[in-house]
């Protein structure tokens, strides 16, 4: 015995920290890089995706963030909302309470249960309530959508082994078949460069680019296969070896918005700017601020169709007393469209003048130059909403069809600065009851007469583009 000891002493002095090295590589090997390599094998697609815009871990695109996780609520097609993690809920205390009721059993995706403490909102002068099954939300005023606001997916921290020893913080969802399993930062930003997410069967790896032009020349560079959203078309659509598929989207509009702090645009000014303005083909136009497919969305707004006659007749109505001369702010990517909108209402401003020292009816001719329409083209990446004229900018419809935060006297938000106490008092009943019925006349009565007044000017639903490689 004491013969086999010396001799493996002697071994374990000599090869010992080779015997060590070993051991743990073949941990490594074993824990780590086969498993790895057997989930990679396993996988039956590897989707390599473009996203356009700076996102960090606690703001992704709602693309991603629904890939991920559930809320408490969903918001179908129709914006009609369902039950997600809630089995149900209900309106208490004349609309200002909203208790939750969780589903029984459900887990985060690392396993652990979820339960209403892991419920967390961003939801100021909200006071929660919780108990181990529901979950109550005092608001301090009625708020009828408030479920809508609930179908935000879930998160919670957790941590993401990274080779082997080291971990690295990520996030959880919960109620679907996605995943994080890695992500790289961009330089010592908190900006992702990518993000890679998984399931049994999928694997996606996104790549985020700060530009459109940026994630067009990754793609001819190989270094995605799919571009997803791009606003507007490039050459490279045209290629055989590139599918395009485009997507009009009823909960995003254009519009030009007029500035109603300056006197210069009274009702028969903005009504007779939106009769010269070229509108999209039926399939596209949007003539209300509310989502088309929504279940409040009222079709016979009025509509302005293109009419230069009746143009021309609502500028003699009421001759200006100074030059129609203003600005028109908007960003690249509207850039042709405003051009062409400058050209018809400049075009509109010379007919006027000329059937203005026509008419018989002028009797101070020399009011006639004041229709003289002068515009100035601005165009700006991020445009200021602060200062402006008029401006033509996307938006995109809430969920609900609530217009509250947009075009109620008394918001912020309200960039335009339109005032209707008639508007406000219907934006005011709509957001405070919870019948269906009752919201859906008073929306439609909200549509006709936003849209009667010339509010604004509703253009056409946007289309995205997706190019991917064949």
């Known amino acids: 015995m004491r013969k086999i000891y010396w001799y493996l002493t002697s071994y374990v002095r000599k090869y010992g ?30 989707n390599y995706i473009g996203i356009i815009g700076q996102f960090s871990l606690d703001r992704l ?72 099954r529901d979950i109550v939300f005092k608001l301090p005023a009625a708020y009828a959508p408030f479920p ?12 993401l082994q ?56 990754a793609f001819q560079r190989g270094k995605i296969d799919q571009v997803q959203d791009l606003a507007k078309i490039w050459p490279i659509m045209k290629w055989d070896s590139v599918a395009t598929t485009a997507s009009l989207h009823p909960d995003q509009y254009s519009a030009v918005f007029f500035n109603h702090r300056n006197p210069i645009f009274t009702k028969n000014i903005r009504q007779a700017l939106a009769y010269a303005t070229t509108k999209a083909t039926p399939e596209r136009r949007a003539v209300s601020p509310i989502n088309s497919l929504s279940w409040a969305y009222y079709a016979g707004s009025k509509s302005y169709d293109t009419d230069i006659e009746r143009a021309i007749e609502r500028l003699l109505e009421e001759l200006p007393r100074e030059k129609l001369s203003f600005s028109l702010t908007t960003t ?66 809430p969920p609900d069809p609530d217009q509250y935060e947009l075009w109620h006297s008394n918001e912020p938000t309200n960039f335009s600065g339109y005032k209707n106490t008639r508007i406000d008092n219907l934006l005011e009943k709509g957001r405070q009851t919870n019948s269906r019925d009752e919201r859906i006349q008073l929306y439609q009565e909200f549509q006709q007469f936003l849209t009667e007044d010339a509010a604004a000017i509703f253009l056409e639903h946007l289309t995205s583009y997706r190019i991917e490689r064949l």
Not at 32 to 39: D, G, K, T
Not at 163 to 188: A, H, L, Q
Request: charged share 20%.
């Open 332 to 397: 690249t990517l509207f850039e042709e469209q405003a051009t062409t909108i400058q050209s018809e209402w400049q075009n509109l401003g010379s007919l006027a003048v000329e059937r203005c020292n026509q008419s018989s009816q002028v009797q101070d001719k020399s009011l006639c130059a004041n229709l003289g329409i002068e515009v100035q083209l601005k165009i700006a990446n991020f445009p200021d909403t602060s200062t402006f004229d008029t401006i033509l900018i996307g938006q995109e419809a």
């Open 162 to 217: 990274h080779w082997f020893f080291f971990r690295k913080p990520t996030i959880v969802g919960i109620g679907t078949n996605f995943s994080i399993v890695d992500y790289e930062k961009k330089n010592t930003s908190n900006y992702l460069s990518e993000l890679i997410v998984e399931s049994r069967s999928e694997r996606y790896v996104y790549r985020f680019f700060l530009t459109e032009q940026d994630a067009i020349t």
């Open 148 to 159: 809508s606001v609930v179908a935000t997916p879930l998160f919670k921290k957790s941590e």
């Open 61 to 132: 695109p709602d693309s991603i963030s629904s890939q991920l996780s559930v809320g408490l609520t969903q918001i179908n097609a129709d914006d009609t909302i369902s039950p997600v993690l809630a089995e149900r809920w209900t309106v208490e205390q004349e609309g200002t309470n909203y208790r939750f009721v969780l589903k029984d059993g459900l887990t985060w995706h690392d396993g652990t249960p979820f339960t209403t403490e892991n419920i967390q909102f961003y939801l100021p002068n909200v006071e929660t309530i919780i108990t181990p």
């Open 17 to 46: 920290l080779l015997l060590l090295l070993t051991l743990i590589g073949g941990i490594v090997v074993f824990s780590v890089i086969v498993p790895s390599l057997l989930s990679k094998i396993e996988k039956q697609t590897t």
